[in-house]
């Protein structure tokens, strides 16, 4: 058989059910095995060992799915992060439901691309759907739309490139006035800064004011603001955050909602983390002055525990997204000026783009609405018992009570350490731990100090699971104190 021969035999034997079988059934066993006994598995593997892999070639000739396979779960599934651990608190990568995740293979096999309507008949309905759907959520009004994207830094890059051309409507063409900025808060997620620079403003042009109590300062803000006008100065935009990456506090979305309309600035939530609580009725008082938003960053594969990547950006105006992209493809989009184009390329940073929506769209029909109400409920719920837990060990001193599912925590031990000292140690017990693997949890620097973080992103983590970390940590700063190590 020649190569091309063989070639098409093996995609018809591929396209058999049987040839699914051996893929689904390990994905099937990863799920079982957490189900099942998966305290017994690291967390996560050591990443070091793992490196001497990185330089293998592609093997020339193919194989069979079976040892593919085989050597996926010799390989793969030992030597990957255990989202499904309920110890696993660290990123907020979700343990993805697995409605959603049974949707991958048919988004793949599907292979319909969001660039234009007649490349995703049905998938563009549904994106536009359930874009809609969200929009409602936030308050937007019938004006509304949006993209679904990578994820928030995706979301955000757009939004503020919406904000730009409507702040400076002739900066696509011209390019851009000096001394353009975007002010946001000390705890932006960094995509904020990277995104001002990415679009021509300069990084510097970022203006990070300080925060208090972990929130957007009020009085600092307007001061701003006014200081920046009274310069000349146009400012893009100004971004809150709803749900902060390092505390998961919230901004006062009211007030810079107020403070942003009465100076004519676009307002952008990144709402990627905290944007879920819309629908826990719980919650949704986090969120209070959204619907003042221009726009919204929105990642469903954060609290609403969908894989990656299943992100989305909200505009109130969705004429304002498309001025975003001043670009004509007469190959590709094909609306009339003045109808409602339905292509959402003319909307998306993208061409090529995945159906993710059927992601959210599977596990919404699956589940119903109410179920992430729960489920985001049930996480932050987990979270505060842990918090609780840290509060009664005097050997931590907790961070700020946690508005959701995001908890900071510093070992301070006796006391006879200096603050660098424990910058140290904190570092360390993290590694450790992570090391150890009996749990995984990420690290922060909140007010200038090195502290520990734990982020509940699987509904099955009891506040058992956040003690036996705690214990585990209690031990091993005790431990080292002893022996006079940091
Ligand atoms: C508040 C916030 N915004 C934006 C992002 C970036 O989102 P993504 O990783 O989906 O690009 C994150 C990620 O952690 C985040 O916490």
Redesign the pocket.
């Known amino acids: 058989m020649d190569k091309l021969t063989e070639l098409l035999h093996m995609i018809e034997q591929d396209m058999l059910p049987s040839a699914a079988e051996p893929y689904l059934r390990l994905a099937a066993r990863y799920f079982d095995l957490s189900r099942n006994g998966q305290q017994a598995k690291p967390v996560a593997p050591d990443p070091e060992s793992l490196m001497q892999i990185a330089t293998k070639s592609p093997p020339e000739t193919g194989r069979t799915a079976k040892e593919i396979v085989a050597q996926m779960e010799r390989d793969l599934l030992p030597n990957s992060n255990w989202l499904y651990h309920p110890r696993c608190l660290g990123h907020?990568v979700s343990a993805p439901l697995p409605a959603a995740v049974w949707a991958e293979p048919i988004i793949g096999a599907l292979n319909q691309s969001l660039a234009v309507w007649e490349m995703s008949p049905m998938a563009t309905v549904l994106e536009t759907r359930l874009l809609r759907w969200m929009a409602d959520l936030a308050g937007f009004g019938h004006d509304a739309g949006g993209v679904f994207t990578s994820?928030?830094?995706?979301a955000?890059f757009t939004a503020l490139l919406a904000a730009r051309a409507a702040a400076l409507p002739d900066a696509w063409e011209e390019g851009l006035a000096v001394g353009a900025a975007v002010v946001t808060s000390e705890h932006a997620?960094y995509?904020v800064a990277r995104a001002t620079a990415e679009l021509g403003m300069g990084a510097r042009n970022c203006i990070a004011l300080p925060s208090a109590a972990f929130r957007e300062h009020p009085e600092r803000l307007a001061a701003e603001l006014d200081r920046l006008q009274a310069e000349g100065r146009t400012v893009v935009a100004v971004v809150a955050?709803a749900?902060?990456?390092a505390t998961g506090r919230f901004d006062d979305l009211e007030l810079a909602g107020r403070l942003c309309g009465e100076r004519s600035i676009w307002l952008h939530v990144?709402g990627?983390?905290g944007a879920s609580a819309l629908l826990s009725a719980q919650h949704r008082k986090r969120l209070k002055g959204l619907e003042k938003a221009d726009s919204i960053?929105w990642?469903p594969?954060k609290m609403m525990l969908l894989p990656l990547s299943t992100?989305a950006l909200l505009v109130r105006d969705e004429r304002r997204l498309e001025a975003a992209f001043s670009q004509r493809a007469p190959y590709l989009f094909h609306g009339q000026a003045t109808d409602r184009v339905w292509d959402q390329g003319v909307r998306s940073f993208q061409c090529s783009r995945r159906a993710d929506v059927l992601k959210l769209w599977i596990a919404l029909e699956r589940y119903g609405t109410a179920a992430f109400g729960s489920l985001y409920e049930h996480l932050c719920a987990t979270t505060s018992a842990i918090y609780d837990s840290v509060r009664r060990r005097p050997v931590f001193e907790a961070g700020p009570e946690p508005e959701c599912n995001i908890l900071c925590f510093r070992y301070i031990g006796k006391g006879n350490l200096d603050e660098a000292e424990l910058d140290t140690l904190n570092a360390s017990m993290r590694r450790r731990l992570n090391g150890s693997g009996l749990g995984w949890i990420t690290g922060a620097r909140v007010n200038g100090r090195d502290v520990l973080r734990m982020t509940v992103m699987n509904p099955r983590t009891r506040p058992s699971d956040g003690e036996a970390i705690l214990d585990a940590l209690e031990r091993d700063g005790r431990a080292r104190e002893r022996a006079g190590a940091r």
Do not use: A, N, Y
Request: contains cysteine.
């Open positions: 907020q994820g928030g830094t995706e955000t997620h995509s955050t749900g902060s990456t990144d990627c983390h960053s990642d594969h992100g």
